[in-house]
């Protein structure tokens, strides 16, 4: 079941949002030594606790963008990471970031993001995005990268998220995907990532999906 709670916590200055729906569980947010989440506290996020710059350092850490935060006085947006990367997580999701651009119904109006958690088991409720599924479903895939990419000039800019039907996801644009072992190990313009869960060259799509009539939508 998809969570669809939403929870913000406003500040005199700046205000924290939760995302429910899209949010993997990283814990990075409880497990930091900041005073900005505190587990069982009620609330149990306060942005008046944080000087800007920890609240910006603590939010980054989020890796599926479930938490972002927002000046309350509409001047500031949280920058992308200057080097766009996709870090396979074993057993479960492609975290991506960077200068995200998501394509969604509308091609003309792509979202704007720095953070997703992209599904790879082909189970989430909530695709493309990762909703925990892969637990339930028990993926496993190691999360090695095999092969190395033609490499990159600039590792910076814009970076397309774009489905296809029924089939992979792409990245479009410089990046560099990072093995669950922490090492870089494929650079490029432009690649196609499973999202069936079923290909034989992960993370990359090998058309296995077709064989087995993977419906995404
Ligand atoms: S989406 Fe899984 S092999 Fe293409």
Redesign the pocket.
């Known amino acids: 079941m998809i969570k669809k709670r939403v929870l913000t916590f406003e500040g005199s200055t700046h205000t924290v949002t939760w995302n429910g729906a899209i949010c993997t569980h990283a814990q990075e947010c409880i497990r930091t030594d900041s005073k900005l989440f505190e587990k069982g506290r009620n609330p149990w996020a306060d942005p008046d606790l944080v000087e800007e710059s920890e609240l910006d350092r603590v939010i980054r850490r989020c890796p599926s963008g479930a938490l972002t935060y927002t000046k309350n006085d509409g001047t500031q947006t949280e920058q992308p990471a200057s080097v766009n990367t996709a870090t396979v997580i074993p057993n479960g999701p492609l975290y991506v970031r960077g200068d995200l651009k998501i394509v969604g119904k509308d091609p003309e109006n792509p979202t704007s993001a720095t953070r997703v958690a992209l599904c790879r088991c082909g189970h989430s409720k909530n695709k493309p995005f990762c909703d925990f599924s892969h637990v339930e479903a028990g993926y496993v895939d190691a999360g090695a990268v095999g092969r190395e990419g033609p490499g990159l000039e600039e590792t910076g800019g814009p970076l397309t998220i774009q489905t296809n039907p029924n089939?992979?996801v792409r990245l479009i644009g410089n990046v560099s995907i990072r093995a669950a072992s922490g090492e870089i190990r494929w650079q490029g313009p432009k690649v196609s990532i499973?999202?069936?869960?079923?290909?034989k060259q992960k993370p990359f799509?090998?058309?296995?999906?077709r064989d087995s009539n993977?419906e995404a939508e």
């Open positions: 089939g992979s499973c999202r069936c869960g079923l290909s799509c090998d058309s296995s999906h993977f």
